[in-house]
């Protein structure tokens, strides 16, 4: 803790590489200030995205328990540096958080949190989330909750693309079995079926105003799941019977969130969906793959620059089933947030649909290059300023900044 007047009237938790020993758990005192119904300002691009508090006694204690490193400010300093930030020469801004989102992460209930870098980095933050599934999607559930993350669920209905190397495992049949009885339960004769239902579902929460966030395979599948209504996209392995005639000629891509002219992976033995991801494609070694985070204006590009807020605009990469996007096959009205340039891939991109938001974020785990079927899991203690799960966490505070409906 720096230095300061013991009758210091504001916090302030600095995000700057330098000031900060745990920002991972930094967003966890920011949200849990929120759920004490105190507003937070959120400092964009001063000192990598700080955050300014009330002071309490209350507050320090938890900054010191978690580790948290803070700065003590009297009304005078605050209001200096409010106003330094609100000069028309900085690119900088001031974003009132106003409620904590209550989060809901999709995903099997029997996975462990570690399954999945945003449930991993949540429980490591302690940030609470509810687990909801199919059943809760299509009973409207999602309603009440204000940021949904999709973990990485194959929404095609053909397994996740494991037929290849896994068709054999006990998991594999396991889960195969599982999802069948799970949509047959739901009223549906294939799996296909129920998860285009529970893909319409989420896609009616966004545009009603909802927040999605998602990673890895459950991006591109969702967007092929939506392109597909109404197609036999599943070969006979999965849903047995044959999948529709010329079916690449009848994907709708106006129904889809990111993506366009994307062309589907017919053989069932690929362990891919669509020439939308670019892992097959990539031609960069470890050492030396980083994307970079591009640069918005704070004061007119507010929900961009919220979503980019980092201690470096370098970031290290990670791969995945879905490790980038092709840009060709992005939408113009999506954004893009994080690129290889070296490899002319997309990482990370945002957009709006309807009244809502979503945030696609390519690879599986930020701290863990290349993941595999059962490799453990990674140890956020180890990470404690990840550049690349603080992505994660931007997304999981921008709910917070909402604006509220005009009445009318």
Avoid at 153 to 168: L, S, V
Avoid at 244 to 261: C, L, M, V, W
Avoid at 320 to 341: A, C, F, H, M, R
Avoid at 367 to 389: A, F, I
Wanted: proline share 5%; hydrophobic share 35%; net charge negative.
């Amino acid at each position: 803790m720096a230095s300061g007047s013991a009758m210091a009237s504001y916090i302030l938790i600095p995000m700057d590489a330098e000031g900060q020993k745990n920002h991972l758990k930094a967003y966890g005192i920011t949200y849990w200030v929120l759920n004490n119904h105190e507003k937070v300002k959120w400092l964009l691009n001063y000192r990598g995205g700080s955050f300014l508090l009330p002071d309490s006694e209350e507050i320090r204690k938890e900054c010191q328990i978690r580790g948290v490193s803070y700065e003590l400010l009297s009304d005078t300093r605050a209001q200096n540096i409010l106003d330094e930030i609100s000069s028309p020469s900085k690119n900088q801004d001031a974003v009132v958080l106003e409620k904590a989102p209550k989060i809901a992460v999709y995903s099997p209930k029997g996975n462990q949190p570690w399954d999945d870098a945003v449930t991993l980095v949540l429980t490591f933050a302690e940030i609470p989330y509810d687990v909801i599934y199919d059943e809760e999607v299509l009973a409207n559930e999602l309603l009440l909750y204000d940021w949904l993350h999709l973990h990485h669920e194959d929404f095609t209905g053909q397994y996740g693309k494991f037929y290849g190397a896994y068709r054999t495992a006990p998991w594999y049949i396991k889960g195969k079995i599982e999802a069948e009885e799970l949509a047959r339960k739901l009223g549906f004769d294939k799996v296909s079926d129920e998860k285009l239902a529970v893909a319409l579902k989420i896609r009616d929460y966004v545009v009603g105003g909802g927040f999605m966030f998602a990673m890895c395979s459950a991006t591109d599948s969702f967007d092929i799941a939506l392109s597909a209504e109404g197609v036999d996209i599943c070969e006979p392995m999965f849903d047995g019977d044959p999948s529709s005639p010329n079916y690449q000629s009848k994907i709708d891509f106006s129904k889809t969130f990111a993506f366009k002219d994307f062309i589907l992976e017919r053989n069932p033995s690929t362990y891919e969906f669509s020439s939308i991801d670019m892992t097959m494609k990539r031609r960069i070694q470890k050492e030396t793959d980083y994307f970079t985070l591009m640069d918005f204006s704070a004061k007119w590009d507010p929900v961009p620059t919220m979503l980019c807020q980092n201690h470096t605009a370098l970031v290290k990469g990670f791969m995945g089933q879905t490790t980038s996007y092709d840009p060709t096959l992005i939408k113009p009205t999506v954004l893009v947030l994080g690129e290889n340039k070296v490899n002319s891939e997309a990482r990370y991109i945002h957009g709006i649909k309807g009244q809502g938001f979503f945030t696609f974020y390519g690879g599986h785990d930020p701290e863990d290059y290349q993941h595999r079927v059962g490799d453990p899991k990674t140890e956020l203690e180890l990470h404690p300023n990840s550049p690349g799960y603080r992505l994660i966490l931007n997304n999981v505070l921008f709910p917070a900044a909402k604006k509220k409906k005009q009445k009318t």
